[in-house]
Nanobody, 114 residues
Framework: QVQLVESGGGLVQPGGSLRLSCAVSRSIFSGATVAWYRQAPGRERELVARISSGNRITYADSVKGRFTISRDNSKNSVYLQMNALKPEDTAVYLC????????WGQGTQVTVSS
């Protein structure tokens, strides 16, 4: 019944990089806009980046120029390349459709610390 599975998080030093993956159930992936969100303790869930089925892309201002979202339709996956990471990027990163009408996955923890 799991429809969204995030992976690729970890502990990195400031300035480091991570590549997150979001595996989406085949039955809901086609034609869907998929977004990456993040949620830090005490903060509301924030939309980080999104990509449509036609590769229309938007980013939050806070990550513009550092993060890159992409998708591989043959693999039903969406990726988030995260470069020049900052401590304020520390959060649980989650993916979902936009609108987010399917259940949320568990997310993957990204911790940026020296």
């Amino acid at each position: 019944q799991v429809q969204l599975v995030e992976s690729g998080g970890g502990l990195v030093q400031p300035g480091g990089s991570l590549r997150l993956s979001c595996a989406v159930s085949r039955s809901i992936f086609s034609g869907a806009t998929v977004a990456w969100y993040r949620q830090a303790p005490g903060r509301e869930r924030e939309l980080v980046a999104r990509i449509s089925s036609g590769n229309r892309i938007t980013y939050a201002d806070s990550v513009k120029g550092r993060f890159t979202i992409s998708r591989d339709n043959s693999k039903n996956s969406v990726y988030l390349q995260m470069n020049a990471l900052k401590p304020e990027d520390t959060a649980v990163y989650l993916c979902n459709l936009l609108p987010s009408w399917v259940p949320w996955g568990q997310g993957t923890q990204v911790t940026v610390s020296s």
